[in-house]
């Protein structure tokens, strides 16, 4: 029979251990270093109000510091019958240090403590998507500057409608990407706020400095109200879910217009071809696998907040155990996203580019608004020249014209990407991942 944090010498079935402790065992190792730092700062905090002695500190640390590097290396293990990661970090604290290891829990609860390392969890991992995302960018920006030159058909209603240029496509899904960081950003900001300290979700009556753990562990402030903070639980979650959703709606949209121009009766842009899966049958085939199941994963993505939102939508103040069922959703989320991201960064980056699609006679069309623009420019009413155009259309008259000029910003001859690169590189720095780099290494000196 496994001891649990929690017990008090009672027995528990342990069917319904499992049942209770569900995947926490698979999903708490993304938490543990984590949780390590967390109990860093806990512990630093309680011996500058006496609780744990000079002495014990750097004792304390020294151990959990190498709990730290054994999880920073991939190599922490929650060992059968261990509930959670909580529970594991104190074991091993315990096994090395005896009673002094069982001091550390002072002054929290395993509900700060979850709250606390799914916040220092996000942060990193938001850390990380701002990274893919801005690896994604820089490609995209930089294939637009140098197809910008290369025409094809825009589109409305999937009928050809007026010229566009791969230097826009490109741009267009580097610009979305902008707004998918603002967006983050919010969420890091909600996500950067210190919820230890609030132990259960009421307070504990040791004098505890959370504000010391604010500062030790980074964050922008704490957050204040104690019941607030245990209602932050799942909130934190839906929030950057909601962030997630947009970039997945980006890649997403840009991995389905890749499938459909990479097919033949298109033919703008051919994938590399080991991105690319064959037919059991059909020895002529390759197949846009890996964007199709990108844009599968990105719909998938996009419903998570919904599901957050259904675990949450009936619960009054407090904790329940409903809201570890988010932890199940949430974590793995995270790594999809950062799946796809890396995925799309590869194929944008080694994607060939059709540059004579407009040769072909079947575009014609889509220059007949710049005849029509042509002739209004030259004093003919614009409705006027909409009819003329429209009637040698339909008697076969109409020649294109296929020098185009356009100079307003963001149109093919001025697609304003210094701007658009402008506005990404301030929404990253106002992330300010150096002031946590350095107060978490300033914990593991």
């Known amino acids: 029979m496994a001891e649990h944090l929690w017990d008090k010498g009672n027995t528990t079935n342990e ?43 750097p004792v304390l640390l020294a151990e959990l510091k190498k709990i730290y590097e054994i999880a920073d290396k991939g190599e922490f293990v929650i ?21 002094l290891g069982k001091k550390i829990h002072s002054g929290r609860s395993r509900n700060d403590q979850v709250l606390l390392d799914m916040k220092l969890y996000a942060r990193t991992e938001i850390q990380e998507i701002v990274y893919l995302c801005k690896k994604l960018f820089d490609v995209l920006i930089s294939q637009s500057n140098k197809y910008k030159n290369v025409l094809m058909p825009g589109y409305t209603h999937l009928q050809i409608a007026m010229p566009s240029s791969f230097g826009l496509w490109f741009g267009a899904y580097a610009e979305s990407l902008v707004d998918d960081m603002e967006l983050l950003l919010a969420a890091y900001h909600i996500t950067n706020r210190n919820p230890l300290g609030s132990a259960a979700g009421y307070g504990s009556s040791f004098p505890l400095n959370r ?31 909601m962030a997630i959703a947009g970039i997945a709606a980006t890649i997403g949209k840009l991995a389905f217009d ?34 199709e199941l990108t844009r599968a994963k990105c719909n998938q993505l996009q419903s998570v907040p919904q ?19 988010v932890k199940e959703i949430f974590i793995p989320a995270i790594q999809q996203l950062k799946d796809c991201l890396k995925m799309t960064i590869y194929i944008m980056d080694k994607v060939k580019i059709n540059e004579h699609i407009l040769d072909d006679p079947k575009y014609d069309f889509i220059f007949s608004v710049e005849e029509v ?58 992330f300010d991942f150096g002031k946590v780099e350095t107060a978490i290494k300033n914990l593991l000196k």
Do not use: W
């Open 373 to 430: 623009n042509r002739l209004a420019t030259e004093g003919m009413p614009f409705r006027d020249a909409y009819k003329k155009v429209g009637i040698d259309i339909e008697k076969g008259n109409f020649k294109p014209n296929k020098n185009i000029h356009h100079t307003h910003e963001g149109s093919i001859g001025n697609l304003c990407n210094d701007r658009i690169s402008a506005l990404m590189d301030k929404t990253i720095g106002d």
């Open 211 to 241: 504000q010391m753990t604010t500062d030790l562990l980074g964050f922008d402030s704490m957050d204040y109200n104690v019941v607030y903070a245990q209602m932050g639980r799942g909130k934190m979650e839906k929030t950057v879910a």
């Open 15 to 57: 069917d319904i251990v499992r049942f209770t402790v569900g995947r926490d065992i698979e999903l708490d190792l993304y938490l543990a270093k984590h949780d390590v730092l967390g109990s860093m700062a806990h512990i630093t905090m309680l011996e500058s109000i006496g609780l744990i002695g000079k002495e014990e500190l």
């Open 307 to 325: 599901q957050i939102m259904m675990i949450m939508s009936n619960l009054p103040v407090g904790y329940f155990r409903d809201l570890q069922q």
């Open 79 to 99: 060992e059968e019958g261990v509930e959670d990661v909580h529970s594991q970090v104190e074991l091993m604290l315990t096994r090395k240090l005896g009673d």
């Open 258 to 291: 890749s499938c459909m121009f990479t097919n033949q009766n298109f033919d703008f842009m051919k994938l590399p071809v080991e991105c690319t899966t064959g037919s059991s049958i059909m020895p002529h085939k390759k197949n846009p696998d890996v964007f």
